[in-house]
């Protein structure tokens, strides 16, 4: 792996809000406080230790304020971008002579404030879109109309997901709660089935079992409107085999202080965590899978995650960056110094080649992994049907964990004599450093995920 900050004047040194790359030209795309989006070509590094860099290409200009999400149709042929005063743009892309333009298909006009992320639908039909207004909508891209509003949240929504399979949607806000939506199709006589959401669970608290055998207390799993981020962005993985959750904050006893942390929920129980990835030392506000799977090294028996694969994602707190595979169990890469303000996006190139990050303070990282250093490449598409049975549970407990009875409510009870989570940031290194920013100093402990629900 190598490469870093990339300076260059990406949005007229205005914050860079969100970015995403094409699922098929892996063009990236990215947002910001300049009214703008703007498109990129990623070169490779070509010497031994050069990073690769970033060659303007073109500009999207038609938002009339700060750019807050993006993000490409799964086909390619569409890209959809939320703003703040509620501005919903669907760009379309159209063929020229001399190659290939994005032109403004569809404004979904509803919400009344900033939008602050969204996610498409697999088959690119349905786009969700979370708002500073408090609520969800789920819009039918064609006809550029609602489709469905939930409007359950009491805060800003600050991160929306899709499950793969199309079953589910979740959205997280800054009330502290995670809910999840399951599809429960409305039939009207002989018309077909039509798309409806219902509210299936609300994750928001944690029992912890007392030391004295008084009354337990419940703790807030998520942080509260004080995270000094815009953003909790959560994501499914590609497989729909589980959802991964940030802005996560746990208390390992009644006593200790909270541990940032984002959860693992399997698709087999979405009431409760059923893992915790602890030790930053900043919140967790965004989480994003790399689009491919990766055959298995077969070199950890003990792995967490019982899948036929391996699915590599990217855990950003405000000033860090964790890359884990789910054959590992501490994490494959950590990333700290990179940026002088809040981290804001996370994108994965759909060769997994690269990872991007976005920061605040208007510039971004760009990532690139050598050929097969993640491992060779493997279709998904063929191993959906591995999650298709739900009451296969695709997390397991490592041997050494010791796992509370989970109560009933779907609250979840955590073994207060667990080991405490390490804290294994690496050295903040300066942002104009050119070395490669990965931590090599030896953790003082290490980074354990941690299983809170057999």
């Not at 009354?215 to 807030?220: D, L, P």
């Not at 050295?427 to 003082?444: F, L, M, Y």
Request: aromatic share 10%; proline share 7%; glycine share 6%.
């Amino acid at each position: 792996m190598k490469g870093g900050t990339v300076q260059i004047n990406w949005h007229d040194t205005k914050p860079v809000l969100t970015l995403d790359f094409h699922p098929l030209s892996a063009t990236l795309a990215t947002g910001g406080a300049d009214y703008d989006i703007k498109l990129w070509l990623i070169n490779p590094g070509e010497a031994q230790k050069k990073g690769p860099t970033a060659s303007y290409q073109n500009s999207l200009s038609y938002h009339g304020s700060a750019v807050n999400i993006l993000r490409f149709s799964p086909s390619g042929e569409l890209l959809a971008s939320g703003a703040d005063g509620g501005e919903l743009i669907i760009w379309k892309l159209h063929p020229t002579d001399t190659g290939q333009t994005w032109k403004v298909f569809k404004t979904l006009s509803f919400h009344r404030k900033d939008v602050l992320d969204l996610q498409w639908s697999a088959d690119g039909a349905f786009l969700i879109s979370g708002s500073v207004d408090n609520s969800c909508i789920i819009w039918d891209v064609n006809k550029g109309s609602v489709h469905q509003i939930l409007d359950s949240h009491f805060h800003y929504v600050q991160g929306v997901a899709w499950d793969p399979l199309a079953k589910y949607v979740a959205s997280l806000s800054s009330d502290r709660t995670c809910r999840i939506y399951v599809n429960k199709p409305q039939t009207k006589g002989k018309v077909s089935e039509k798309m409806n959401f219902v509210c299936q669970h609300v994750i928001s608290k944690a029992e912890q079992p007392s030391v004295d055998d008084s009354k337990s207390v419940k703790n807030y799993l998520f942080h509260d409107e004080t995270l000094p981020s815009f953003f909790r962005r959560l994501a499914w993985s590609p497989d729909g085999s589980f959802l991964l959750v940030p802005a996560g904050s746990y208390k390992l006893s009644p006593a200790s202080e909270p541990v940032n942390t984002a959860y693992v929920f399997p698709r087999r129980d979405l009431s409760r965590p059923a893992l915790q990835l602890p030790g930053a030392s900043k919140p967790v506000v965004a989480v994003r899978f790399c689009p491919i799977g990766f055959s298995l090294r077969g070199s950890n028996p003990a792995a967490i995650f019982k899948l036929p694969y391996r699915l590599i994602f990217a855990v950003a707190t405000l000033n860090s960056v964790y890359v884990y595979d789910t054959e590992s169990v501490p994490p494959i890469a950590i990333l700290a110094g990179l940026h002088y303000a809040a981290i804001t996006d996370i994108a994965w190139s759909p060769d997994g080649r690269y990872l991007a990050l976005s920061s605040q303070d208007g510039y971004c990282t760009l990532l690139e992994f050598e050929h097969e250093e993640l491992g060779s490449p493997v279709s998904l598409s063929e191993e959906k049907k591995v999650v298709s049975d739900e009451n296969k549970n695709p997390i397991q407990k490592p041997e050494d964990m010791v796992i509370d009875a989970t109560t009933n409510d779907g609250v979840v009870a955590v073994d207060s004599t667990k080991s405490e989570a390490g804290k294994n940031e690496g050295k903040q290194a300066s942002p104009s450093s050119t070395s490669t920013p990965i931590s090599n100093k030896p953790a003082k402990r290490r980074i354990t995920p941690m299983a809170i629900d057999p």
